[in-house]
């Protein structure tokens, strides 16, 4: 059974698969649209907590263990806890701002957690736009830098990049940034509220034009250089959600097939112990000083309504027919924007049809190419739709 295989089976027996977990809202960087919820107060969960939580994901069978924020790093256990879960044998991801992981700091990562990969985030192709949105001057270049050590480390590096009306004019010079240094890009056309459902950031959503020059651009690239390039289109993710955790899954004996693995393949907890269907669906299904995980997850009285939730979004969205696939409607942020998870906001469907557009553009051409040319094109028609 491959990994693809394994995700399929697990979204339809809800095994867990991955858990995402903010260690701290604390930040040495203060971006304009960052969507924490910096009022939120509790009792920090402590490193003892953190381990046996760990133990009940091994012992649950989770795969992948993201550490996230705030900034991860900005914790003052960051590597007793980073270096727990690696014992633990998960696949650790570090989404960084990656301001402060150099020298000593990014040497200790490399040897201590060893992680799958670092997520960072880009915010513009030149260092104005970039910093603008840290609003920290230098961060750009210190970014550029710190990538270009990570990965003489060895680290394998994934950029991400949320588009806005900022740097919606730079896709291409964001795309040569991550093939110059080797890495992954993904680049995701959804701004999103405050998870305490504050919409300035929406302020700073990308336009029209600049979401479609965006598919535009990735579907030239992919006719062009047929996914060779290591910043090659990388299926867009639902906002904040791990794309790998989207795929509908079929119907299997027992259960719906489901638009998501929100509360089922996957989770989120925060930094004082709640544990949500997903970073972008904030609702508590229990919470970590009360109850252990494994105990959350047995009582099914919360998830069964998210999950009886994800599979009507399956059927609302094959109402929308083929722009459906490419829409990433995410039932978290439909709660956050209106209360109502099945209600599909407005971009959402303009997303679907531009990148509907978009991808048709690219099949049409197809007459005119040499056989090769159409070759490499149906490889990326295999894989574009993959989001
Ligand atoms: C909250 S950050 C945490 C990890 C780390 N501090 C970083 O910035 O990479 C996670 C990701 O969300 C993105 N992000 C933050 N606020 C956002 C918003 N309102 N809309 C879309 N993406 C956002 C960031 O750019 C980053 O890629
Ligand atoms: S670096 Fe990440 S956590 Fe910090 S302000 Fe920016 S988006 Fe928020």
Redesign the pocket.
């Known amino acids: 059974m491959n990994y693809g295989q394994i995700k399929q089976r697990a979204l339809v027996e809800d095994q867990l698969l991955s858990a995402l977990v903010?260690l701290t809202y604390r930040?040495n960087?203060d971006?304009y649209?960052?969507?924490?919820d910096l009022s939120l107060k509790g009792r920090a969960l402590s490193v003892e907590q953190y381990k046996s939580f760990f133990d009940d994901l091994e012992q649950m069978g989770v795969m992948n263990l993201i550490l996230?924020?705030?900034?991860?790093l900005s914790h003052p256990d960051f590597f007793a806890i980073g270096a727990y879960a690696r014992a633990r044998n998960f696949m650790v991801r570090i989404?960084?701002?990656?301001h402060a992981l150099r020298g000593e700091i990014a040497r200790r990562v490399a040897d201590e957690i060893d992680p799958f990969m670092i997520?960072?985030?880009l915010?513009g192709g030149i260092a104005s736009t970039h910093d603008r949105q840290t609003r920290v001057p230098g961060s750009f270049e210190r970014l550029l830098k710190n990538i270009a050590e990570w990965r003489s480390l060895g680290l394998k590096v994934k950029i991400?990049?949320?588009l806005t009306r900022w740097n919606e004019h730079e896709v291409e010079q964001i795309f040569e940034i991550a093939d110059r240094l080797q890495c992954q890009l993904q680049i995701?056309p959804?701004?999103?509220?405050?998870d305490d459902g504050d919409i300035e950031?929406l302020d700073i959503s990308p336009t029209q034009e600049g979401i479609r020059g965006l598919y535009e651009f990735q579907a030239q690239r992919a006719r062009e250089f047929a996914f060779e390039g290591p910043a090659a289109p990388q299926p867009a993710t639902i906002?904040?959600q791990d794309a790998d955790l989207m795929k509908a899954a079929p119907a299997g004996p027992t259960q719906q097939r489901k638009h998501c693995g929100a509360g089922s393949t996957g989770i989120a907890i925060d930094p004082f112990g709640d544990v949500f269907p997903c970073v972008q669906w904030r609702r508590s299904i229990g919470n970590l000083h009360e109850r252990s995980i494994i105990d959350i997850w047995k009582d099914r009285s919360e998830l069964d309504e998210i999950r009886r939730t994800t599979a009507e979004a399956a059927v609302l969205i094959d109402g929308e027919g083929d722009r459906g696939q490419y829409m990433s409607f995410c039932p978290g942020l439909a709660h956050t924007r209106s209360g109502d998870p099945l209600k599909i906001y407005d971009s959402s469907r303009r997303r679907g049809a531009i990148i509907l557009e978009a991808y048709q553009g690219l099949s049409g051409a197809s007459k005119v190419e040499s056989s090769e040319l159409a070759d490499r094109k149906s490889e990326a028609g295999r894989r574009l739709p993959v989001l």
Do not use: A, I, Q
């Open positions: 903010e930040c960087l971006c649209f960052c969507y924490n996230s924020g705030g900034e991860p989404k960084s701002n990656g997520d960072t985030s915010h991400n990049c949320t995701d959804e701004v999103t509220p405050r950031p906002g904040r």
